[in-house]
Protein backbone atom coordinates (compact mmCIF):
# COMPACT_ATOMS: atom_id res chain seq x y z
CA UNK A 1 0.00 0.00 0.00
CA UNK A 2 1.24 3.80 -1.17
CA UNK A 3 1.40 5.94 1.80
CA UNK A 4 0.09 9.19 0.72
CA UNK A 5 0.17 12.61 3.10
CA UNK A 6 -2.73 13.78 5.32
CA UNK A 7 -2.94 17.36 5.78
CA UNK A 8 -2.96 18.27 9.09
CA UNK A 9 -4.86 21.78 8.85
CA UNK A 10 -6.81 23.66 6.63
CA UNK A 11 -4.53 25.68 3.59
CA UNK A 12 -5.75 27.70 0.89
CA UNK A 13 -4.33 25.41 -1.65
CA UNK A 14 -6.76 22.10 0.26
CA UNK A 15 -9.29 24.49 -0.02
CA UNK A 16 -9.08 24.77 -3.31
CA UNK A 17 -8.80 21.09 -4.07
CA UNK A 18 -12.13 20.70 -1.97
CA UNK A 19 -13.64 23.12 -3.94
CA UNK A 20 -12.54 21.04 -7.43
CA UNK A 21 -13.70 18.24 -5.24
CA UNK A 22 -17.26 19.89 -5.21
CA UNK A 23 -17.15 20.76 -8.45
CA UNK A 24 -15.73 17.92 -10.73
CA UNK A 25 -14.61 15.70 -8.11
CA UNK A 26 -16.68 12.28 -7.67
CA UNK A 27 -15.43 10.15 -4.43
CA UNK A 28 -16.16 6.17 -5.54
CA UNK A 29 -15.61 3.36 -1.89
CA UNK A 30 -16.79 0.09 -2.72
CA UNK A 31 -14.69 -1.60 0.21
CA UNK A 32 -16.60 -5.51 -1.26
CA UNK A 33 -14.48 -4.95 -4.59
CA UNK A 34 -11.32 -2.90 -2.71
CA UNK A 35 -12.04 0.24 -5.10
CA UNK A 36 -11.45 3.16 -3.31
CA UNK A 37 -10.67 6.22 -5.98
CA UNK A 38 -11.27 9.43 -6.44
CA UNK A 39 -11.33 11.19 -10.04
CA UNK A 40 -11.93 15.01 -11.36
CA UNK A 41 -13.85 14.43 -14.92
CA UNK A 42 -12.52 17.10 -17.40
CA UNK A 43 -12.90 17.78 -20.73
CA UNK A 44 -10.22 17.09 -23.37
CA UNK A 45 -9.14 20.35 -23.94
CA UNK A 46 -8.26 21.05 -20.53
CA UNK A 47 -4.69 18.75 -20.60
CA UNK A 48 -3.15 21.82 -18.50
CA UNK A 49 -5.67 22.04 -16.21
CA UNK A 50 -5.39 18.20 -15.54
CA UNK A 51 -1.62 18.98 -14.99
CA UNK A 52 -2.22 21.20 -12.84
CA UNK A 53 -4.79 19.31 -10.68
CA UNK A 54 -2.19 16.47 -10.90
CA UNK A 55 0.47 19.33 -9.46
CA UNK A 56 -1.94 19.94 -6.51
CA UNK A 57 -2.79 16.79 -5.22
CA UNK A 58 0.91 15.76 -5.11
CA UNK A 59 1.59 18.76 -3.30
CA UNK A 60 -1.13 17.91 -0.93
CA UNK A 61 -1.32 14.34 -0.53
CA UNK A 62 2.16 13.16 -1.63
CA UNK A 63 0.13 10.96 -4.30
CA UNK A 64 0.20 10.71 -8.13
CA UNK A 65 -2.52 10.17 -10.80
CA UNK A 66 -3.41 8.91 -13.62
CA UNK A 67 -4.72 10.38 -16.47
CA UNK A 68 -6.87 8.77 -18.78
CA UNK A 69 -9.46 10.10 -22.04
CA UNK A 70 -12.03 8.48 -23.64
CA UNK A 71 -13.00 8.96 -27.06
CA UNK A 72 -16.94 8.10 -26.60
CA UNK A 73 -17.44 11.19 -24.74
CA UNK A 74 -14.37 13.68 -25.28
CA UNK A 75 -14.20 13.34 -21.27
CA UNK A 76 -10.90 13.80 -20.03
CA UNK A 77 -9.97 11.89 -16.57
CA UNK A 78 -7.47 12.47 -13.64
CA UNK A 79 -7.45 9.30 -11.18
CA UNK A 80 -6.25 9.21 -8.28
CA UNK A 81 -6.56 5.35 -5.98
CA UNK A 82 -6.16 5.63 -2.51
CA UNK A 83 -8.27 3.81 0.28
CA UNK A 84 -6.70 6.08 2.97
CA UNK A 85 -7.64 9.88 0.84
CA UNK A 86 -10.99 8.46 0.19
CA UNK A 87 -11.71 7.74 3.78
CA UNK A 88 -10.29 11.24 4.72
CA UNK A 89 -12.28 12.79 2.27
CA UNK A 90 -15.56 10.99 3.91
CA UNK A 91 -14.35 12.23 7.27
CA UNK A 92 -14.37 15.52 5.67
CA UNK A 93 -18.26 15.10 4.72
CA UNK A 94 -17.25 14.60 0.76
CA UNK A 95 -19.94 12.11 -0.06
CA UNK A 96 -18.98 8.48 -1.71
CA UNK A 97 -21.53 8.16 -4.86
CA UNK A 98 -24.03 11.69 -5.54
CA UNK A 99 -23.12 14.69 -4.77
CA UNK A 100 -26.84 15.86 -4.56
CA UNK A 101 -26.73 16.54 -1.19
CA UNK A 102 -23.09 17.36 -0.87
CA UNK A 103 -22.12 20.32 1.89
CA UNK A 104 -18.75 22.67 2.50
CA UNK A 105 -16.38 21.44 4.88
CA UNK A 106 -17.15 24.34 7.92
CA UNK A 107 -12.88 24.30 7.80
CA UNK A 108 -13.54 26.05 4.68
CA UNK A 109 -16.40 28.08 5.43
CA UNK A 110 -14.56 29.16 8.88
CA UNK A 111 -11.27 30.51 7.14
CA UNK A 112 -10.93 29.23 3.15
CA UNK A 113 -13.98 30.41 1.69
CA UNK A 114 -12.64 32.01 -1.51
CA UNK A 115 -10.27 29.71 -2.34
CA UNK A 116 -12.80 27.27 -2.16
CA UNK A 117 -14.71 28.81 -4.61
CA UNK A 118 -11.57 29.34 -6.61
CA UNK A 119 -11.06 25.57 -7.08
CA UNK A 120 -15.35 25.31 -8.01
CA UNK A 121 -15.52 28.18 -10.21
CA UNK A 122 -12.23 27.96 -12.12
CA UNK A 123 -13.35 25.00 -14.63
CA UNK A 124 -17.12 26.02 -14.66
CA UNK A 125 -15.91 29.29 -15.96
CA UNK A 126 -13.34 27.57 -18.46
CA UNK A 127 -15.94 25.69 -19.77
CA UNK A 128 -19.04 28.26 -19.69
CA UNK A 129 -17.13 30.78 -21.84
Known amino acids: MKKITIPQEMSPELAEEIGIHIGDGSLVIRPDSGHYEY ?18 MSS ?7 TSGSSRDESLR ?3 SSKALAFWKLQLGLPSGDKGQISIPKPVLDKFCSRLYQGYFRYRWYVDV
Do not use: M, N, Q, T
Not at 39 to 56: D, F, T
Open 39 to 56: YVCLSKEEEGYAEYVCSL
Open 60 to 66: LYSIEGK
Open 78 to 80: VLF
